[in-house]
């Protein structure tokens, strides 16, 4: 089943003899419960790509459906409602509250909606995190990898119909980098969760189903692990 489709995408910067594509007529689909690496070089069009895809950014021209959904058919207001619904972004930096603690950190899409986080989801995702005895904990509290599991935990609250991950592990040693990608393999296993990764390392890039490669703002290569 389709769950993403990517149209003719362009995004375009500057005009005339400055004017650059940094994502340049890019098409591909995903399917539900795919894990996907985007890799590329600095400055290839990777995180541009999916900022366009997160409904962070708007494209010069294209377009982007999630779930069917024509997302940049949506006024500014409905795409941020669907962003926090049926998106869950993570990135380099944690982006955590800092007043706020783990378990309110995860449950903030919800909170924001003026819904009641689903409780047995919220104990599940918080054991596969391994984040039960540092639900109270403030951010500061925690572990680079700790607060990298409480935004990958605040992405996947409600169920989100596309997980994207940029550099997740950038701001990360080893071992801890090696934890995150373990949980993002898991969450896709064990909730057939459909996740996106951009990455520079081609390491981890193994560690996906499937691997597209960006260059100056083309799919240079789409190819399966």
């Known amino acids: 089943m389709e769950i993403l489709k990517v149209e003719n995408l362009v995004k375009t910067y500057g005009k005339g003899e400055t ?18 690496a985007i890799v590329g070089a600095s400055g290839s069009g990777k995180s541009t790509l999916l900022h366009l895809i997160g409904g962070v950014d708007r494209p010069t ?10 997302i940049y058919s949506l006024s500014n207001d409905n795409l941020a409602i669907f962003r926090r619904r049926q998106i869950g972004l993570i990135y380099q930096f944690y982006n955590l509250i800092p007043i ?6 995860i449950t903030l899409p919800c909170d924001l909606d003026g819904e009641e986080a689903d409780k047995q989801r919220l104990n599940d995702l918080l054991k596969t995190l391994g984040l039960e005895n540092r639900k109270m904990h403030l951010p500061n509290q925690l572990s680079g990898g700790q607060q990298q599991r409480v935004s990958i935990g605040r992405a ?6 596309i997980m994207l991950a940029d550099e ?3 701001n990360l040693d080893s071992k801890a980098s090696e934890e995150i990608i373990s949980l993002l393999k898991l969450s ?11 990455t520079h390392d081609l390491e981890i890039a193994k560690e996906a189903e499937r691997v597209i490669t960006i260059e100056d703002g083309k799919i240079l290569k789409d190819e399966k692990n």
Do not use: C, H, R
């Open 19 to 36: 004017k650059i594509n940094a994502v340049d007529n890019i098409s591909f689909t995903v399917n539900k419960g795919e894990f996907v």
């Open 100 to 105: 706020l603690n783990v378990e309110e950190n």
């Open 188 to 198: 896709n296993k064990k909730y057939n969760q459909t996740v996106i990764i951009i």
């Open 156 to 161: 996947m609250i409600n169920n989100p119909a």
């Open 168 to 170: 997740p592990t950038g």
């Open 61 to 70: 021209s294209g377009k982007v459906y999630i779930d069917g959904k024509d």
